[in-house]
């Protein structure tokens, strides 16, 4: 007999939307072929942003997060309920939100309107034009997520170890913190970056900053491994990509002041809390990678 499909009952979670599958996929390609030409610029030596940057270091982390993050995005297709993807969902949103307002904010510095290269000057209008989209669709997707209808999952597979909380609260307050400075005060805030960054950078890497302590606060009051996995995917190539490009412009970063070391610190806790996420979600029963990713069985 044909195997009909039922809605969710009580406990078994909210469906996830074609709309937020969409969104992952595309977002996730574009930021993989946008964040490798930022990077590739930023290794070369050049300031490849959409705005004009004293640096080519902040350009290449921004591009180092757009890239490293794609892992996760794309392993948003194999979520099942809006609780599987929403750590990682909400937090590009706010990332697309987020670096379209600051393009807009900041206008006078891009590409096009300081006479750059042809390539630069299309490639910032073609940023500014392609975060509207991509915004407007994240806002509308996350919206008619939220009011699909559905119930809380029933309970957690696996929670999260006790010991990992309070470094976990202390990582995600210390980005978000930063981020919200670097937004709303990038004149006094951006004097704390190692290295030379105007208005855009600095808010440019605040919007990012913000929505890595959103995704880190957000896992942790998920607490459930299970629901984690594409946010466990992401952290360590967010981390690893920005590492690369600091290490290749070690040179112009002030590694021997406090933001200096307060940033490898920064960096090397995402890192590790992705490790210990897989390592201890590997050793429960009932863990792993792939933990609360199957269907619900469905009655004949």
């Given at each position: 007999m044909a195997v009909e499909p039922q809605e969710p009952g009580p406990g078994d979670g909210r469906p996830l939307t074609a709309g937020v599958a969409m969104l992952a996929v595309v977002v996730g390609v574009v930021s993989l072929t946008t964040g490798a030409f930022l990077v590739?610029?930023?290794?070369?030596?050049?300031?490849?942003?959409?705005?004009?940057?004293?640096d080519p270091l902040s350009p290449g982390l921004i591009g180092a997060a757009m890239a490293g993050v794609t892992p996760g995005l794309f392993a948003i297709g194999r979520a099942r309920v809006w609780e599987?993807?929403?750590v990682l969902v909400i937090p590009l949103a706010v990332v697309l939100l987020g670096l379209f307002t600051v393009s807009l904010l900041n206008a006078d510095t891009l590409q096009v309107a300081t006479g750059a290269s042809i390539v630069l000057a299309l490639f910032s209008l073609g940023w500014v034009a392609l975060l509207?989209?991509?915004?407007?669709?994240?806002?509308?997707?996350?919206?008619?997520?939220?009011?699909r209808p559905g119930s809380p999952l029933r309970s957690r597979e696996v929670p999260l170890p006790?010991?990992?909380?309070?470094?976990?609260?202390?990582?995600?307050?210390?980005?978000?913190?930063?981020?919200?400075g670097l937004l709303v005060l990038p004149g006094?805030?951006?004097?704390?970056?190692?290295?030379?960054v105007n208005r855009a950078d600095a808010q440019g890497l605040g919007v990012w900053a913000l929505a890595l302590g959103m995704g880190v606060l957000g896992a942790l009051a998920?607490?459930?491994?299970?629901?984690?996995?594409?946010?466990?995917?992401?952290?360590?190539?967010v981390s690893l990509?920005?590492?690369?490009?600091?290490?290749?412009?070690?040179?112009?970063?002030?590694?021997?002041?406090?933001?200096?070391?307060?940033?490898?610190?920064l960096i090397a806790g995402l890192f590790c809390t992705a490790v210990a996420g897989h390592w201890y979600g590997s050793r429960r029963p009932g863990g792993g990678a792939d933990a609360g990713t199957e269907p619900p069985e469905r009655t004949v």
């Open positions: 590739a610029a930023s290794l070369a030596g050049y300031a490849g942003g959409a705005w004009k940057s004293p599987e993807a929403r509207g989209l991509l915004a407007a669709f994240a806002v509308l997707a996350v919206a008619l997520q939220c009011f006790g010991w990992s909380k309070p470094p976990m609260a202390v990582l995600g307050s210390a980005w978000l913190g930063i981020g919200a006094f805030w951006g004097g704390f970056i190692p290295w030379e998920e607490d459930d491994l299970g629901r984690l996995r594409p946010a466990l995917l992401a952290m360590p190539g990509a920005m590492a690369v490009v600091l290490a290749v412009h070690a040179p112009a970063v002030h590694w021997n002041s406090g933001p200096g070391l307060a940033l490898t610190t």
